[in-house]
């Protein structure tokens, strides 16, 4: 898509937004052979939500079972599909660590644990907070990670 192309769209009254997400929702429907919703988080939820409103019933599936109990909780009352994993959470968590709070501070810390020369300037932006020149020397911003 073009971004004049977006930029349109996004310039639209929300009915027309409405009316635009469910043609599209439809056509996607009508063309997939065997077609349902993977269900994780409220992204997923609210796209569940949507097409349930808008008379598209998909199976929704899930492997809530590594999820929180309460994201658990939601998922029964939406009637989502359990599947097994093929790892338990203990094996994830012991493979992989301990989830992080957002997926932009995992994408940091993924900078951080695969230093390159070409990473360098973003590298020292996340652990100081300062931009260097490509950032104008800016201080103090949103790229600095956490001290916790």
Partial sequence: M?????RQRQSLP???????????????????????????????????????AVGINVPAISVSVLE????????KKLGVQRLSPCKSKVEVIQEFGFPVISKQIAGKI??????????????????TGDTGKQGGY????????PDK
């Fill in 110 to 127: 993924e900078f951080l644990q695969n230093p390159s020369e070409d990473n360098q300037t973003v590298r020292h932006a996340i652990i």
């Fill in 68 to 75: 929180d109990k309460s994201i658990q909780s939601i998922h």
């Fill in 14 to 52: 929300y009915e027309a937004k409405l009316i635009h997400a469910e043609k599209t929702a439809q056509e996607f429907y009508n063309r997939v052979e065997n077609c349902h919703i993977s269900v994780g988080g409220l992204d997923s939820i609210t796209l569940l939500l949507f097409l349930q």
């Fill in 138 to 145: 800016r201080k103090g911003t949103r790229m600095k990670l």
């Fill in 2 to 6: 073009e971004s004049w192309e977006f």
